[in-house]
């Protein structure tokens, strides 16, 4: 195993990493290195979780002239969870050089981003979307770029992304570096890299079989009921050795469901998916790597770019939609190098969409067992005590919570958070809310009177007490005249002419 100093890496960034105890190159590495210090482009395929950011992000920090104001390196991610990951691992790299490395991806203000790129940075991190928009508001200048990475292309090729790819790229100097990694390699990425790459050397770490069986993560599946997941969930959750885990569902109220769910039996979880505003996703991602959280329940939003050392578990709560998609779910544990456990619950009717990814990947699981929360197989195998219940033991709930970890202000853009959520999240009671947009109540195109709207109460009418239908609040003085009566009861009548009222009939009977 070679360290990066023996790779020619720069004595400063050798240090830098040196500090985080990073010395030797992972395989990955120790191929691509040697060929992108030499400015070649490059295209690296490897499973997630062995390096591959420093792969690219070390020949693009040598490549650097510091001192301007221009960006002059460009790394496209998917997904902005990926964007501040890859940030965080530049920004240690290029500790000792003074790199400045800006992360730029939608949810965020703009003022901070913009603010950046006037004062000056090396490197831009970001995501399509939010980069096109920079540069169509003329805030960021892409002409002096020389080293291009395109990080988890299939990814963006997954989520539509292609046509902004390709709109970047044709606005980056023809002069350059590109160098492009990915787990997998479809054919539209391959036609990519035929188009904008110069005689790229293709490097791969491991053989296909290992790179999409991931050896170093012990895999289970079982068929499950799926009234029976919750449980076997809690009782997986008490595994012996259970660090942090995450749980992959397929929807969004799937993931508020579970995490509710497990939040009510006493685990410490919190859920993270495209519903939730940019600081809620970050700030269930800050307590999930503080441990102040030890189970995230997330969609595939966070299959990729979340890397977090010391995922142990990985439960596919639902059965993913492809083998890619499974591929990248288990691949946040069993990271650099470490073991990690993967489990997989296969409703019976996901068993077809199963058997295919069993058959893409080889793997040995064509029929997986009939299991329960009461199965003993299911203990033995995840070393799961035979004591446990559905519900953590109060003595066992030591994790601060959600709760415990602060929000932050990020000045969101696009989708705002639901009045629910807002409450929440801040200590305003819902009688604070705004209620200019109530309708005003009228009867036959005229307004009734009653309870005052917020619009009526900016015009400084006072409200009066609601009443009960049919009746008269109480001490409401008599209608004026003409004013048209609130009693509803119908008029009686009999054959056709309007009925006495009892007490006249009586005492014209009586005379």
């Given at each position: 195993m070679s360290t990066f100093r023996e790779l020619g890496v720069l004595p400063e960034i050798a240090d830098a990493l040196a500090t985080e105890s990073i010395?030797?190159?992972?395989?990955?590495?120790?191929?691509?290195?040697?060929?992108?210090?030499?400015?070649?482009?490059?295209?690296?395929?490897?499973?997630?979780?062995?390096?591959?950011?420093?792969?690219?992000?070390?020949?693009?920090?040598?490549?650097?002239?510091?001192?301007?104001?221009?960006?002059?390196?460009?790394?496209?991610?998917?997904?902005?969870?990926?964007?501040?990951?890859?940030?965080?691992?530049?920004?240690?790299?290029?500790?000792?050089?003074?790199?400045?490395?800006?992360?730029?991806?939608?949810?965020?203000?703009?003022?901070?981003?913009?603010?950046?790129?006037?004062?000056?940075?090396?490197?831009?991190?970001?995501?399509?979307?939010?980069?096109?928009?920079?540069?169509?508001?003329?805030?960021?200048?892409?002409?002096?770029?020389?080293?291009?990475?395109?990080?988890?292309?299939?990814?963006?090729?997954?989520?539509?992304?292609?046509?902004?790819?390709?709109?970047?790229?044709?606005?980056?100097?023809?002069?350059?570096?590109?160098?492009?990694?990915?787990?997998?390699?479809?054919?539209?990425?391959?036609?990519?890299?035929?188009?904008?790459?110069?005689?790229?050397?293709?490097?791969?770490?491991?053989?296909?079989?290992?790179?999409?069986?991931?050896?170093?993560?012990?895999?289970?599946?079982?068929?499950?009921?799926?009234?029976?997941?919750?449980?076997?969930?809690?009782?997986?959750?008490?595994?012996?050795?259970?660090?942090?885990?995450?749980?992959?569902?397929?929807?969004?109220?799937?993931?508020?469901?579970?995490?509710?769910?497990?939040?009510?039996?006493?685990?410490?979880?919190?859920?993270?998916?495209?519903?939730?505003?940019?600081s809620q996703r970050e700030r269930a991602l800050r307590a999930f790597r503080s441990g102040k959280i030890d189970v995230l329940v997330a969609t595939d939003v966070a299959a990729r770019g979340l890397d977090v050392d010391d995922v142990t578990h990985v439960v596919n709560y639902e059965c993913p939609d492809s083998a890619d998609t499974y591929v990248h779910r288990i691949g946040r544990t069993g990271r650099a190098g470490r073991e990690g456990i993967s489990v997989t619950l296969v409703d019976w009717a996901d068993l077809t969409r199963w058997k295919l990814i069993n058959t893409t990947l080889d793997l040995p699981f064509a029929a997986p067992e009939e299991t329960y929360s009461t199965s003993p197989h299911f203990y033995a195998v995840l070393d799961i005590p035979t004591e446990v219940t559905g519900k953590l033991p109060r003595d066992r709930r030591e994790r601060a919570g959600l709760a415990a970890e602060e929000l932050e202000d990020i000045g969101e853009t696009g989708r705002s958070r639901s009045r629910r959520d807002a409450d929440q999240d801040t200590d305003e009671r819902p009688a604070r809310r705004r209620r200019s947009g109530q309708r005003r109540r009228t009867r036959s195109g005229r307004p009734v009177t009653g309870t005052v709207t917020g619009t009526d109460a900016a015009a400084g009418e006072a409200p009066a007490e609601a009443a009960e239908p049919g009746t008269e609040p109480a001490g409401e003085a008599a209608p004026a005249a003409g004013a048209r009566s609130r009693n509803r009861n119908r008029r009686r009548t009999r054959g056709g002419r309007t009925a006495r009222p009892a007490a006249a009939a009586e005492s014209s009977e009586n005379s």
């Open positions: 010395v030797n190159a992972f395989p990955i590495q120790q191929l691509a290195l040697p060929i992108a210090l030499g400015g070649h482009d490059i295209i690296g395929q490897a499973r997630t979780g062995t390096g591959k950011t420093l792969a690219f992000g070390i020949p693009l920090l040598q490549r650097i002239e510091h001192g301007g104001t221009k960006p002059q390196a460009l790394v496209l991610v998917p997904t902005r969870e990926l964007a501040s990951q890859v940030t965080a691992d530049l920004r240690l790299a290029g500790t000792k050089l003074g790199t400045r490395v800006l992360s730029v991806y939608g949810g965020r203000a703009y003022e901070p981003q913009i603010d950046a790129l006037r004062d000056g940075v090396e490197a831009v991190v970001g995501t399509p979307g939010r980069l096109l928009d920079l540069v169509r508001q003329k805030h960021l200048d892409l002409s002096q770029i020389n080293t291009l990475v395109l990080d988890e292309a299939d990814r963006m090729l997954d989520l539509g992304f292609l046509p902004d790819m390709e709109r970047i790229i044709d606005l980056v100097p023809v002069e350059r570096q590109t160098m492009l990694f990915s787990a997998t390699m479809p054919g539209e990425i391959v036609a990519l890299s035929r188009r904008y790459l110069r005689r790229p050397t293709n490097v791969r770490a491991e053989s296909h079989t290992e790179s999409e069986a991931t050896p170093q993560v012990a895999q289970h599946v079982f068929q499950a009921h799926q009234m029976d997941k919750p449980e076997m969930l809690a009782r997986l959750l008490q595994a012996r050795g259970r660090g942090l885990t995450m749980v992959f569902c397929q929807t969004k109220r799937a993931c508020d469901r579970v995490a509710a769910d497990l939040a009510g039996r006493g685990f410490a979880a919190a859920a993270v998916h495209g519903d939730l505003g940019q």
